[in-house]
C-alpha cells in the first residue's frame, strides 16, 4: 500500500504552539507515522519535519541534510528519525542564518543556532543514539527541536540569542 501524505499544520494552528509529550511505545504506529512523515517531507521538498507539522503532538521528528541552491554547503545525509531528543550540550559560538519552514509559507528568517550540539535521541527501536551535530545538520535538528517544544521560526527569530533551548 502506498504511505499516505498527510496535511502540514500551517501557523496559526495550536498544535504548532503545543510541547510536544514524550514517545513512550515503540511500535508499529510509531514506525507508520514516521513513514508517512517522511513522504510527507520529500513531497514538500523539506529537509526535516517535525510530528506536529503533521497533527500529532508527539517527541519525534525527521532530519535530512542535502546540497541546495541556498545551502550549497550542506553535506548530503541520509534522513533520520529522531525521537525524544536531547540537546545535552552546545557550542558558544552561533551562528545566523536564513531559515524557512514547511509550516510557515512564503517565509525565510534569520536565524541564530548554535554552530555545534551534542545531542541525544532514541531510534525507532528505543535504542539511545548521542551523536554530535555541526554546521547544517546542527540547524536542521535545532530547528525541529523547536518543534518539539511548540516554537517556529517567528517566534525564534524574536528571541534574545542567549536564551535558547529550555527543556
Ligand atoms: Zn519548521
Request: charged share 20%.
Amino acid at each position: 500500500m502506498k504511505t499516505e501524505i498527510l496535511e502540514i499544520a500551517q501557523v496559526g494552528e495550536t498544535v504548532l504552539t503545543q510541547k510536544a509529550k514524550l514517545v513512550t511505545e515503540f511500535n508499529s504506529e510509531l514506525l507508520k507515522l514516521s513513514e508517512q512523515m517522511m513522504v510527507t517531507m520529500v513531497a514538500a521538498e523539506g529537509l526535516g519535519i517535525a510530528a506536529p507539522q503533521v497533527h500529532q503532538s508527539i517527541s519525534m521528528f525527521i532530519m535530512a541534510s542535502r546540497p541546495t541552491l541556498r545551502y550549497p554547503n550542506a553535506p548530503t545525509m541520509e534522513p533520520t528519525v529522531v525521537i525524544n531528543p536531547t540537546i545535552l550540550t552546545h557550542s558558544e559560538t552561533m551562528l545566523v542564518d536564513e531559515e524557512g519552514c514547511l509550516s510557515v509559507a512564503n517565509k525565510r528568517l534569520p536565524i541564530a543556532r548554535y554552530d555545534e550540539i551534542n545531542v541525544q535521541y532514541q531510534d525507532l527501536q528505543g535504542r539511545v543514539i548521542k551523536q554530535t551535530l555541526t554546521g547544517f545538520p546542527a540547524r536542521v535538528f535545532q530547528h525541529e527541536h523547536d518543534h518539539l517544544l511548540g516554537i517556529t521560526v517567528l517566534e525564534r527569530s524574536q528571541m534574545p540569542e542567549q536564551n535558547f533551548i529550555e527543556q
